[in-house]
């Protein structure tokens, strides 16, 4: 296990690459650093969902959201990517 940002940051590949666009970023880099690390766990946790599962049609259709230290974190998933598209103080 590897230290990114002061926090553990496990090697196992991803079925999904966590893409969070640097002009999206306004949290301080700590909050940043933690919400990618969360991010990361989300997609580990998403390659237990099978396929046909109906979770994949609402996941197309809702607002996702991980919340780090007051600051909200709006993402998307698809295929290969899980892509930050917005990010709020609270």
Known sequence: MAVLFGYPFNEVPLARRVVMPVVLMKAPDAVCAEARLRLEEITLALEEIP???PFWAS???SRLCVVVRGWF???EIGPETLRVTGVHAK
Do not use: A, H, I, L
């Open 59 to 61: 996941v197309r259709v």
């Open 73 to 75: 974190f709006f993402y």
């Open 51 to 53: 396929s046909e599962s």
